[in-house]
T-cell receptor
Framework: EADIYQTPRYLVIGTGKKITLECSQT?????MYWYQQDPGMELHLIHY???????EKGDLSSESTVSRIRTEHFPLTLESARPSHTSQYLC?????????????FGPGTRLLVL | KNEVEQSPQNLTAQEGEFITINCSYS?????LHWLQQHPGGGIVSLFM???GKKKHGRLIATINIQEKHSSLHITASHPRDSAVYIC??????????FGTGTSLTVIP
């Protein structure tokens, strides 16, 4: 069973607010990912990290930032939320060093920006 | 062009039917993953395979590396199998390419 957690699970917030979505994993995985997924649509990579102090932007520019100060923690911050940010945000992690890497997903955060 | 293509996009079946979901990919891979996402839920990994076939309960996954094709089969389908099934392959850069998903509805 995957030990990867996301909080909050649901968030309703007004336009312009700053929000941080939390993601933590207790598996010691070095690689972590943030995905955005609209209902019925595919996953889009927005940020990823290959280890502490390593972060990269993905394919989708979501006007968000991430940090990786500790291996187990990979928070996602929206400086100024907009209605276009309404979506589901999924965090995932993998352990590198093998040729077959299974991604473990968190339960997701459903964000609604009014 | 997507690196990973899935078909069908939507699938409705009667309980008990045998179901097949297909995945084709265009990149070289070391392994392919099948994921399951229930409505309102998170994503769980069903299979990770690099050759041949794997079976877990009523689920069977096959892959043909030469043809760059994988299939996910569900035998004796049940309404609780209703979910979105996603095919994913790792890129050389360590990220993943995802298919658009197949939305399966099994009717009692």
């Amino acid at each position: 069973e995957a030990d990867i957690y996301q909080t909050p699970r649901y968030l309703v917030i007004g336009t312009g607010k700053k929000i941080t979505l939390e993601c933590s994993q207790t598996m010691g995985h070095d690689k972590m990912y943030w995905y955005q997924q609209d209902p019925g649509m595919e996953l889009h990579l927005i940020h990823y990290s290959y280890g502490v102090n390593s972060t990269e932007k993905g394919d989708l520019s979501s006007e968000s930032t991430v940090s990786r100060i500790r291996t187990e923690h990979f928070p996602l911050t929206l400086e100024s939320a907009r209605p276009s940010h309404t979506s589901q945000y999924l965090c995932a992690s993998t352990l590198s060093g093998t040729t077959q890497e299974t991604q473990y997903f968190g339960p997701g955060t459903r964000l609604l920006v009014l | 062009k997507n690196e990973v293509e899935q078909s069908p996009q939507n699938l409705t079946a009667q309980e008990g039917e045998f179901i097949t979901i297909n995945c084709s990919y265009s990149v070289g891979i070391s392994a392919l993953h099948w994921l399951q996402q229930h409505p309102g839920g998170g994503i769980v990994s069903l299979f990770m395979l690099s050759s041949g076939k794997k079976k877990h309960g009523r689920l069977i996954a096959t892959i043909n590396i030469q043809e760059k094709h994988s299939s996910l089969h569900i035998t004796a389908s049940h309404p609780r199998d209703s979910a979105v099934y996603i095919c994913a392959v790792p890129s050389q850069g360590g990220q993943f390419y995802f298919g658009t998903g197949t939305s399966l509805t099994v009717i009692p």
